[in-house]
């Protein structure tokens, strides 16, 4: 038996911090200058609005720590309307001052007040605030791969964020559908481990007959979708997918190329990749293509009622990222990293939701309108954030994350 007590707050606080520099290994400060689009932020306001929430949150309310630049508050506040007014998102790309060694010094001096502060005892609350803030730091750790990758994609000259990374050809297990439970069964999260309000509270749910495909759908068959041209019949998508198509002139996934050989990724350009999982996709191309393909997406109570019994593992964010990789093995694969997977569910509140109490109840409960919910983490997801309760959410056009599918149907 292992002897090793588990790490404390403040250990975790200072691990996560530094993971969050890792991830800016290579990258020089134009990189983190770029918003590629008014839905993606840059790598510097990524490192700036996380530290903004330690301070707002934890350190403000210590009359020994000293808020320097009170105006950088109005910069790196996201979108809490309750602490004050903030700079419009789409326009996160001028803010060329503060430099990025400005922000990097605040996070220094931030990362020296929390340890200070985290030394002493520190009341449940605060502990639990510190804990969101460590969660949400991991969350724009993603965001960062997201968004950056977007920035290089936009560059004609198509920098590699890491080309040193691997780019395997290898074959996936074939398509098969795994019977999912049937009947009540509980979703959701209880007990004391963390989780965001919105994965509470447990509660139970009805399930029909149904089965899982037992992984992600893969490059070479979306290419299939693609050529059989899906993207060019009304009746695979809705409505609204359809006059996005239409709207957007979508054709294939945002990253692959024209001719269809070649995709966008962390490594680069490099050639599609026939039985890795196709990502980048949005709710709209998702759905289209589980409808060519005569199944479904499945809903967030099948996909985690089909994960409760699984291990936490994958292909998941630890030190530097890897690219989505083929399935093999038996059984459901991929239920964890590899890319986040579009349900048929939309973003509401499960019966009986509480958002948090003041202002940190605006993190998640009031984007419960027009969204949908994704699950499993991907490969820019750090491992020790995700579990199956784990509810990620976007509109369903959008398309530059780290998302592909899983079909299912009933049987
Ligand atoms: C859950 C990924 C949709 O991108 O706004 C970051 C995560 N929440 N800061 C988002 C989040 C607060 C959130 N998503
Ligand atoms: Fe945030």
Not at 73 to 91: C, K
């Amino acid at each position: 038996m292992s002897m090793m007590a588990s790490p404390s707050l403040a250990e975790r606080y200072l691990a996560v911090r530094a993971q969050t520099m890792r991830l800016c290994q290579g990258l020089e400060a134009e990189d983190m200058q770029v918003q590629s689009m008014p839905d993606a932020s840059p790598g510097k306001w990524h490192l700036a609005h996380t530290t903004w929430f330690f301070e707002r949150f934890v350190l403000a309310g210590d009359s020994r720590y000293r808020i320097a630049e009170p105006d950088w508050h109005y910069l790196f506040n996201s979108y809490y309307q309750t602490v004050g007014p903030m700079h419009a998102r789409p326009q996160r790309g001028l803010l060329s001052r503060p430099t990025l060694a400005h922000i990097h010094a605040w996070r220094a001096r931030v990362d020296e007040a929390m340890a200070t502060r985290l030394a002493d005892a520190v009341d449940p609350a605060q502990a639990a605030t510190v804990e969101l803030g460590i969660q949400h730091e991991q969350q724009h750790q993603e965001l960062f791969l997201t968004d950056i990758l977007h920035a290089f994609w936009s560059n004609p000259l198509r920098p590699a964020y890491d080309a040193a990374l691997s780019v395997q050809a290898r074959p996936c297990a074939p398509l098969r559908y795994v019977p999912g439970r049937e009947g009540l069964v509980e979703i959701g999260h209880a007990g004391d481990g963390f989780a965001f309000d919105n994965e509470r509270p447990r509660h139970r749910t009805l399930l029909g007959p149904h089965a899982l495909a037992n992984r992600l759908v893969s490059q070479a068959e979306y290419a299939a979708f693609v050529q059989d041209g899906g993207y060019r019949k009304p009746p695979l998508w809705l409505s609204d997918g359809w006059a996005v198509v239409q709207r957007e002139g979508w054709t294939r996934p945002l990253y692959w190329s024209e001719d269809l050989t070649a995709q966008f990724t962390l490594a680069g350009e490099v050639a599609l990749l026939p039985d890795a999982p196709v990502s980048q996709l949005s709710f709209f191309e998702a759905d289209a293509y589980a409808r060519w393909a005569g199944a479904r997406l499945p809903t967030e109570m099948e996909w985690e009622a089909g994960a409760q019994t699984l291990p936490v593992a994958g292909n998941l964010l630890e030190d530097r990222p890897r690219l989505p990789q083929s399935a093999v093995g038996e059984g459901l694969l991929q239920m964890y990293g590899d890319l986040w997977e579009w349900t048929a569910s939309p973003y509401v509140g499960y019966p009986g939701f509480k958002p948090l109490p003041g202002s940190l109840g605006e993190y998640n409960g009031k984007f419960m309108n027009g969204q949908w919910v994704l699950r499993g983490g991907s490969c820019a997801t750090p491992a020790a954030h995700i579990r199956a309760t784990y509810r990620n959410f976007f509109p369903p056009h959008a398309r530059w994350q780290f998302a592909g599918l899983r079909l299912a149907r009933d049987i």
